[in-house]
């Protein structure tokens, strides 16, 4: 009997079975049994690169069932368990999902505990690096060169307190469910152009040594078909809507690698251009002059929308760190990269910030998108365009596949029902994309936008609150504790209104 006396479900799970992606739980199959969700018959689920199926009625029942005996008694009452004859055998055991599907669970034995500590630790610092990172210099000249850096760093500490909160709830959850983002050119040395916003962008610098090119015709025809919010989305939906009708996301899967390229070559481009153009510094700090804003501006919280996105990995840290050799390390690996991650953000946004030639340019030309500050015929500008387009050109298709399997999965049964049910979500898709391109093509508002109101639930919200309510259910939960982490519920709270103010 004691071997029959042992929790289907126990609050110390050691190995998170939550996957931010259908796309490939994994299962520790030396204690399964004290860890497995329940059994689904084999005709009854989601292989990610075939057709779905949809669970049947039992499956569903099973799991209500299972949800039903936890509430009987306390998770420490070993009145009610499982005997051993109906559990499943480890390749027969699934996970549901309220969505209306389910997922095989592999074995760790095949790949848990590969990873050293640096390899993890870079594999998070890449995983974070996104396009948000083209928007820190413009978010630094909102909040002001002074408060930019300390908001920088302030948002890396509490976002990295969010995501060791996420880590350590391994130990407190008991049932978990996943539910599966005409430039005019101005020369200030004859090898390194930087270009200030056009009118529609609603800044109207007074700068007195623009060079416009008036009379060459080849650049008006090259501006005219080329328009990054009038003709270039049009271009794309040529290049990805074929890309998106791919049955399986697996091909684009390979080339993650661009994003670490990506990131570095970035870094090389700003270092290379801040030693060609030095720095043009002055602080004013409540006073804005001609060519420099104030160090402290009160529109510092658009930063901290944007910083929201950009240190966002809440999702899928448990993944991760469940390859990491050395456990016990998870929470030293997970700081170092934060820091990392936090450290890169500064460089990027100091660098650009500061060798942004003020004068002639005010720094209120600094664009959302940094790379826009460049000419198009800036060689070393392109290639990093070159770069970001391919790295979302294997991360759109794979986005695209997730919302497929969880709309059309859902609706149809059926991840891929015909080719016009797949043609008309993904036009609906890129025409989505296409429309914000043309008619709001600024990248920082987008990501402030989307990071805040992202962030609110999954990096402020859910772990504050998994945190809460271990701690009540344990009867540890105190008043400094609960205040504190209201706070940070209530900021988060904060972070989202304040962005439809600025």
């Not at 739980?25 to 030396?30: A, C, V």
């Not at 055998?89 to 969505?99: D, G, I, N, R, T």
């Not at 481009?269 to 030095?278: C, D, E, N, P, R």
């Not at 003020?358 to 460049?374: G, R």
């Amino acid at each position: 009997m004691d071997s029959d006396s042992r929790h289907l479900l126990i609050p110390e799970v050691n190995h998170e079975i939550i996957n931010p992606g259908p796309m490939n739980i994994q299962f520790d199959s030396s204690d399964l049994r004290s860890k497995r969700p329940f059994y689904i018959e084999p005709t009854n689920i989601v292989n990610v690169n075939d057709v779905i199926q949809r669970v049947s009625d039992h499956a569903s029942a099973m799991n209500k069932r299972i949800h039903y005996y936890s509430r009987l008694t306390a998770p420490a009452d070993k009145a009610l368990i499982a005997p051993d004859h109906v559990v499943p055998a480890p390749e027969e055991c699934y996970v549901y999902s309220p969505l209306g599907s389910a997922y095989k669970l592999q074995s760790y034995s095949e790949g848990y505990g590969k990873n050293t500590s640096l390899v993890t630790i870079f594999m998070i610092w890449n995983t974070m690096m996104g396009t948000s990172i083209l928007s820190i210099p413009w978010g630094i000249k909102q909040a002001g060169f002074t408060t930019g850096m300390c908001v920088i760093m302030l948002m890396g500490i509490l976002t990295l307190y969010c995501c060791y909160r996420v880590v350590k709830s391994r130990s407190m959850i008991y049932f978990i469910h996943h539910i599966n983002d005409t430039d005019a050119v101005l020369s200030t040395n004859d090898s390194n152009p930087v270009i200030c916003p056009s009118a529609g962008s609603g800044d109207h610098p007074n700068n007195g040594s623009m060079i416009f090119y008036a009379n060459d015709t080849g650049l008006e025809q090259f501006e005219k078909w080329w328009n990054k919010s009038k003709t270039v989305p049009f271009y794309l939906i040529g290049l990805l809507l074929p890309l998106l009708n791919f049955k399986s996301p697996s091909f684009f899967s390979k080339f993650n690698i661009l994003g670490t390229v990506s990131v570095l070559y970035l870094i090389f481009l700003v270092t290379f251009k801040a030693i060609h153009l030095g720095f043009h510094l002055e602080f004013h700090w409540f006073m804005q002059t001609e060519y420099f804003v104030p160090e402290i501006r009160f529109q510092f919280p658009q930063l901290t929308g944007v910083l929201t996105l950009a240190f966002f990995i809440h999702n899928c840290i448990i993944t991760l760190l469940k390859n990491n050799k050395n456990q016990e390390n998870n929470v030293r690996d997970l700081s170092i990269a934060y820091m990392l991650v936090t450290l890169t953000y500064l460089y990027i946004g100091v660098l650009v910030f500061a060798s942004f030639p003020s004068p002639p340019l005010t720094k209120d030309c600094i664009e959302q998108n940094f790379l826009d500050n460049f000419p198009s015929s800036d060689i070393l500008s392109f290639i990093a365009r070159i770069f970001l387009l391919f790295q979302m050109m294997t991360v759109y298709p794979l986005l695209g596949y997730l919302a497929r399997v969880q709309l059309l999965g859902h609706v149809f049964g059926d991840v891929y029902p015909s080719i016009f049910h797949v043609l008309a979500l993904n036009l609906i898709i890129v025409g989505a994309g296409v429309i914000m391109a043309c008619f709001y093509p600024n990248i920082g508002g987008i990501i402030r936008y989307s990071g805040a109101a992202c962030g609110l639930a999954f990096v402020f919200i859910y772990p504050s609150l998994i945190y809460m309510i271990s701690l009540r259910q344990e009867d540890r939960l105190t008043w400094p504790k609960l205040i504190f982490h209201i706070f940070i519920i209530i900021l988060g709270l904060a972070n989202l209104i304040v962005q439809f103010f600025m």
